[in-house]
């Protein structure tokens, strides 16, 4: 929205902006909802934010009067139709069932569902019954009745997106990963110990550590009952190309990948990989970029997850501000990666 746009709403209390915006007073380090009751200052002193955590990252407290950073009823609404998902994984619930409940008309729940949360409706109960999916197959149910229990109406249409979402045949995933073939090799480098592990379709883990025996307990626990074995001198051109990455050449670690994720994770880790050696961008940019601005939380949650560290570069993502945040490996880490990338 065009900052002008959001300041006449400001100054009009305008109720339908609540939710979709914030402002901030640089003056008073202070930000607020577009309708709170206190006197509109100078528009030369104000900045907007698309969410509360955004402001709170450029160092702004929040308002005590409008208490911004509290739940908006939108949120509230996209949260309860997240519970009635939750409660109801086993039935396919159409947008008119779940709008009827939460008081929103299909299409605007649609729209607000995946702005909040990056997914529509449907993403997320394809996500919840995969994870349900998951849950029964690790209690020892049949596949067959564990696609009934999460709700799938046949078996074709959990194998068809079944590598997409496991990483593996559901029959494999009961066994634990029995039958997938795993190979792997740590490499010792300037940042400690790194651990980088191959299927025969792309790479599914690489892991800061600080000893071998912790990293490759980590992986086997992973993945369960997975074939794996270490293998040097087969993974050399992988670790050979990782090593020149971290001793500061510009190198491309473009390896495919086999790893799990949900259609919000892929669609910001193939987001990371798109951000030029030597440059970052911030949360918001990256939200932007997957075609939901506001949700820079969801975005934080899908760096924290990555498996996959240096070929998915979410030590490229910082605070608006420029700070560094977290990182998954330790922050040192991520400012050792940033300076070596700047040097060049």
């Known amino acids: ?85 939750d409660e109801n994984v086993d039935v396919t619930l159409t947008l008119s069932v779940i709008g009827n409940k939460v008081g929103l008309s299909p299409f605007y729940l649609q729209r607000l569902f995946k702005r909040i949360l990056g997914v529509t409706p449907q993403q997320y109960q394809q996500a919840r019954r995969t994870g349900e999916f998951k849950s029964a197959l690790m209690r020892g149910s049949r596949v067959t009745d564990a696609i009934y229990e999460a709700g799938y109406g046949s078996s074709s249409r959990l194998y068809e997106k079944a590598q997409l979402r496991l990483g593996m045949t559901p029959s494999t995933y009961q066994r634990k990963g ?25 790479v599914c883990s690489i892991q800061f550590g600080e000893g071998e025996e912790a990293l ?52 910001v880790w193939e987001a990371l990989r798109q951000i030029p050696y030597g440059e970052t961008r911030s949360y918001s940019q990256i939200a932007a970029n997957v075609g939901n601005k506001r949700a820079i939380r969801a975005v934080a949650r899908a760096c924290a997850t990555n498996p996959v560290s240096l070929v998915v570069p979410c030590h490229r993502v910082v605070q608006k501000n420029g700070s560094l945040a977290g990182y998954r490996w330790g922050v040192k880490r991520k400012a050792a990666l940033l300076a070596a990338e700047k040097k060049k």
């Open 1 to 85: 929205m065009n900052p002008e746009k959001q300041w006449q709403l400001v100054l009009a209390r305008d109720s339908n902006a609540d939710g979709k915006f914030v402002y901030a007073v640089r003056s008073t380090g202070i930000f607020c909802r577009p309708t709170c009751p206190s006197r509109r200052p100078k528009r030369k002193v104000v900045e907007f934010f698309s969410t509360p955590v955004e402001a709170e990252r450029a160092g702004y407290r929040a308002c005590k009067r409008c208490r911004p950073n509290e739940s908006h009823p939108q949120t509230s609404k996209i949260e309860a139709a997240c519970r009635l998902i």
């Open 178 to 202: 029995e039958g997938a073939v795993i190979r792997f090799a740590i490499m010792n480098t300037q940042l400690g110990k790194l651990l980088v592990a191959l299927t025969d379709k792309g």
């Open 216 to 267: 490759e307990r980590e992986l086997r626990n992973q993945f369960s009952d997975a074939s794996i074995s270490r293998d040097h001198e087969g993974l050399s051109r992988a670790t050979s190309k990782i090593a020149a990455y971290l001793q500061g050449s510009e190198v491309r670690l473009d390896f495919p990948l086999d790893v799990q994720a949900t259609a919000f994770q892929g669609r």
